[in-house]
């Protein structure tokens, strides 16, 4: 049971710098072997995965999603969720808890895990709340929500304004050597910001939300992790000034890291005006394609997301943070909401999209097809760096007897993503229609197959 | 050029042809309005829908005179009384308009881009009477309409446009409708209220208020929106007004022949001193009565007239 040969594949362990067609054989759901031992230890009767041009991958996971249960299950729920993730090529996934109730207790925690075990076919870990409601005003019980299994803490979807409190988070989590992530954002300056500010803000009369609204609390979290010696990662950076500020520290030894998602990598704020105002311009490097490219209106809330998408420059820093390893992660941040729910005025919409199933497609388009990063670099932050992050020993690697979580993936396939197709609850992508160059074939968790496109 | 538009979004993405057909328009039906008889059956059987999802008198009234002079059916609809409040979104209750075969919504709304929503998933036509602090087109095109009639040009004038400029609708829509038909623009006002990013769509941004009058061929003066404006953008109505406010002092030392608008409401001693408004150079009830002229050409055209040669003389 739970093992599996899969043979004939590019085999890419970033962990372990491994980049060969090599078969892997997992046995009893860890990894037994790999190269020319892998197909001799294998019993007779092994079931096998062909995956003869494709890319092997380790297990690819995902540090920050929303799968909406408890409370909001009209969404998304755990089963959709993961589902959906396991179609992107995504063997575990860490839940952030600003659910209904929020993950504030460990009786939430346990209803997540327990439904995870019983309708999800990936990893779903949980990170708790690192407030108590995520009010940002006391402490959640982080001592019990450890002992109940959360392997994160953040007040994701909310910041943290008391510094005070932040640093006796950071504290007080590092007795349990306990990740803690955080939702850059200041409130005073955000304010009742919709998009970034810019030009286009200007134009189309949204309320900003400047870059030094997420640059101020990154730059806090900084002096943080200096004074308390205790790491703070920085989840979806949006902004030039917060990949500087991060590399700086990191040359000065801070305890510091942060994470990018592809609508930042690969959107603008001009977007906000309409496909006709993006093309031409931010958008240009993909008309050069040749392909058909999807249309949009002006004030489209699949557009809409915290943070915001930003200039040009922005996105460029991004890019140049995840080449050089000031970025070392890439997540989603996938946050499903109704159809009815993003179908109002743009100021009244939810923020957040869905992200599964463009994730990896993205990634590779941006940082390999463009020649920014090899493969083996861009897996490893899919990887090893957010297993790392989470202490998450047994996954993102090959090593012999880790997890037999694998991500098979053809990076050269070429589709249309429509979001209608989506296996997640909710459809509020801004990827209608975009085409995309790499998709996962199948996803392994402990030696079986869960999904195959 | 001939109108062969929908809907009126924005000035933003008309061209100077397309705004000076519905200028043309309105000038053929500003005759009509000074003959005893000022009713024509242009819309007669077509049914207007004033939907008010922000309050406003003055915008409602003149929508709904014109609509009327027009021989519309007009029906009000305020955010105030309607079910918008009861948590029905706001593409339900267009849709429910829509149900009782309105051709055209008018529609004002405190969310910029709202208008641009309705326009998708609706058949009627939909014109923006106002929408956040995004654009207020016919404002816009009443407003160069006064300047066309009082100094017979747009291109080349000196446009000043005075007070908060980064909350209001009026000076996106005037700043596009300018820049198109080719007059130079200039903002001013508090630097928190005017930032130098509008720079980027053509105008030009002070902060010395004499420097920005003293050549200007216009003054438009925004009202200060106190009751919309967060405590941290200036420091008081009293600073403002020595600041900014177009004074008797600071109008002797323009242009003679300067004009002074305002879209109204005014704030008596605040962005104007009392006796500017109500001196000769102020075209602001001006702007009023040509407003109503504008406001027939826009609902003609977005219900598929042409131009001007169309309406009845």
């Known amino acids: 049971m739970n093992s599996l040969l899969v043979t004939g594949g590019r085999l890419i362990d970033p962990a372990n710098r491994f980049d060969a067609v090599a078969d892997l054989l997992i046995l009893n759901g860890k990894i037994a072997a790999i190269g020319a031992d892998a197909a001799a230890k294998a019993p007779k009767d092994v079931q096998k995965f062909d995956a003869k041009g494709l890319v092997v991958s380790p297990g690819l996971i995902d540090l920050h999603v929303h799968l909406r249960e408890p409370g909001q299950s009209a969404k998304e729920t755990i089963a959709t969720g993961a589902a959906s993730a396991a179609r992107g090529g995504f063997t575990s996934v860490v839940c952030m808890p600003n659910t209904t109730p929020a993950i504030d207790n460990a009786g939430t925690v346990a209803l997540i895990r327990e439904r995870a075990e019983r309708e999800a076919k990936i990893n779903v870990f949980v990170a708790g709340a690192i407030t108590k409601n995520i009010a940002g005003e006391e402490l959640a019980p982080i001592g019990s929500l450890k002992q109940a299994g959360v392997i994160a803490i953040t007040d994701d979807g909310h910041c943290v304004q008391n510094n005070e409190l932040m640093r006796r988070a950071l504290e007080y989590a590092k007795m349990f050597d306990l990740p803690l992530m955080d939702h850059c954002q200041d409130y005073s300056l955000v304010s009742d910001g919709v998009m970034h500010e810019g030009y286009w803000s200007a134009v189309l009369g949204l309320r900003g939300w400047p870059a030094s609204g997420e640059e101020m609390i990154v730059a806090r979290n900084i002096m943080l992790a200096e004074l308390t010696g205790s790491p703070v990662h920085c989840q979806h950076m949006s902004s030039a000034g917060s990949v500087q500020l991060i590399r700086e520290a990191k040359k000065r030894g801070i305890p510091i890291s942060g994470e990018a998602c592809p609508h930042h990598f690969t959107l603008t704020d001009t977007v906000l005006a309409g496909s006709e105002k993006y093309w031409p311009t931010d958008g240009k490097s993909f008309t050069a394609s040749g392909q058909n490219l999807p249309t949009w209106p002006s004030y489209d809330t699949n557009f809409k997301m915290n943070p915001p998408l930003r200039s040009a420059r922005d996105r460029e820093a991004l890019i140049e943070g995840l080449v050089d390893g000031t970025l070392e992660i890439i997540s989603s941040d996938h946050a499903p909401h109704c159809g009815y729910e993003k179908e109002v005025e743009f100021d009244y919409a939810p923020f957040g999209i869905i992200g599964f199933e463009t994730e990896l497609p993205l990634s590779l388009m941006h940082l390999y097809h463009n020649k920014m990063m090899s493969l083996t670099d861009l897996l490893a932050k899919f990887t090893v760096a957010p297993a790392r992050l989470l202490r998450l020993k047994n996954k993102g690697h090959f090593s012999l007897g880790a997890d037999g979580d694998v991500t098979v993936f053809d990076p050269d396939f070429e589709w249309t993503f429509r979001r209608d197709d989506s296996t997640s609850k909710s459809k509020n992508s801004p990827f209608d229609g975009w085409p995309m160059k790499g998709r996962a074939s199948a996803t392994i968790v402990a030696g079986q197959v869960v999904s195959q496109n | ?313």
Not at chain 2, 18 to 27: G, K, N, Q
Not at chain 2, 34 to 51: D, H, Q, S
Not at chain 2, 133 to 146: G, S, V
């Open chain 2, 1 to 313: 050029m001939s109108w062969n538009r929908k809907h009126l979004l924005d000035i933003e993405s008309l061209s100077a042809a397309e705004i000076m057909t519905v200028l043309d328009t309105a000038r053929a039906f500003k005759a009509v309005g000074e003959r005893a008889i000022k009713k024509v059956p242009a819309l007669r059987g077509k049914t207007v829908v004033n939907l008010f999802v922000e309050p406003s008198t003055r915008t409602r009234i003149s929508f709904e005179l014109a609509a009327q002079r027009l021989t519309a059916d007009i029906i009000n609809f305020s955010a105030e009384a309607s079910s918008l409040k009861k948590g029905e979104t706001l593409k339900d209750t267009a849709k429910n308009l829509e149900a009782l075969n309105a051709d055209i919504i008018v529609m004002r709304h405190s969310a910029s881009g709202a208008p641009h929503f309705l326009a998708r998933f609706l058949q009627a036509s939909v014109i923006n009477a106002g929408d956040g602090a995004h654009e207020h087109p016919t404002q816009a095109l009443l407003d160069t309409f006064t300047i066309l009639e009082k100094k017979g040009k747009v291109a080349g004038l000196k446009v000043t446009i005075l007070g908060d400029i980064l909350y209001s609708r009026v000076a996106r829509s005037n700043i596009w409708a300018l820049i198109k038909l080719g007059a130079e623009v200039t903002l001013c006002g508090p630097s928190t209220l005017v930032p130098k990013v509008f720079e980027q769509m053509g105008c030009r941004v002070t902060y010395n208020v004499e420097e920005a009058i003293r050549d200007a061929d216009i003054i438009n003066l925004l009202r200060i929106q106190h009751e919309r404006q967060r405590k941290t953008m200036f420091p008081s109505i009293g600073e403002y007004t020595s600041l900014f406010g177009l004074t008797k002092a600071r109008l002797a030392k323009c242009k003679p022949d300067a004009l002074i608008m305002h879209p109204g409401p005014i704030n008596r001693g605040v962005e104007i001193d009392s006796e500017i408004a109500d001196c000769g150079r102020s075209v602001i009830l001006d702007q009023v009565t040509n407003g109503l002229a504008v406001r027939m050409a826009v609902l003609f055209l977005v219900n598929g007239g042409q131009g001007p040669q169309e309406v009845a003389t």
